[in-house]
């Protein structure tokens, strides 16, 4: 047992309260754990473990949250990261239930926001984008609604667009050679990548061919 004597808050952190028992610092607590306690209180060693339990959690979910503030991530991303700085597996579920049930950790948005990002930015296959969602522990039927709009000949276009530039003035079968081995390593398969390659090729060289034929 220990009775309350003094709840202060933290300089260097005043969302965070040191609680005295009988005269003593015992432990800090986050503020929104300690708002129920008192001065002159009695704890149990139950209850003091009960609190420090809650405390440990807190944590959890406030280093969560800073996690996926910088990007949103999946459940399984996050989980991993709890897991790296070693908090107990019963007190990450915990977090990860809270957060998903605020709609913080969503699975499907997840996957609809990579896929928008990479069609954007760094546009994939649809096998590519399924691999890399597999990877973020995303299951299989949300990865497949993620992916179902998908347009694999205008994403293997628009990420091909700045490499027919560079190569435009290569021989054609250089050209065909250097857009097509980056295409496929974006994970597009044969047809798109011959498709693709033929109709940038006679839009940065077809001109060019034209005015070579009147000679």
């Given at each position: ?12 952190n005043?969302?965070r ?19 129920s306690?008192r ?5 149990s060693p139950a ?27 999946s ?5 991993q ?5 070693e ?19 969503n ?20 096998i ?79 001109d ?8």
């Amino acid at each position: 047992m220990g009775k309350i004597t003094a709840l202060t808050r933290q300089k260097r952190n005043p969302d965070r309260v040191n609680v005295y028992l009988d005269d003593e610092f015992a432990f800090g607590l986050a503020a929104i754990t300690a708002v129920s306690l008192r001065v002159g209180q009695t704890l149990s060693p139950a209850e003091i473990e009960r609190l420090k339990g809650s405390d440990l959690e807190e944590k959890a979910k406030n280093v969560a949250i800073r996690y996926i503030e910088y990007r949103p991530r999946s459940i399984a991303e996050t989980r991993q990261h709890l897991q790296k700085k070693e908090y107990p597996e019963d007190v990450i579920e915990r977090v990860v239930q809270r957060l998903a049930e605020v709609e913080l950790l969503n699975d499907a948005a997840f996957a609809r926001y990579w896929v928008e990002q990479r069609e954007t930015f760094k546009p994939r296959s649809k096998i590519a984008l399924q691999m890399e969602l597999r990877k973020k522990g995303i299951e299989r039927a949300l990865i497949e609604t993620a992916v179902a709009e998908v347009d694999e000949l205008a994403a293997a276009t628009q990420a091909a667009q700045a490499k027919a530039r560079r190569y435009h003035s290569l021989p054609e079968l250089e050209f065909r050679k250097k857009l097509g081995g980056f295409l496929q390593r974006r994970g597009f398969g044969y047809g798109i990548v011959r498709e693709v390659t033929e109709a940038l090729w006679e839009q940065f060289n077809g001109d060019a061919s034209e005015a070579d034929n009147h000679f």
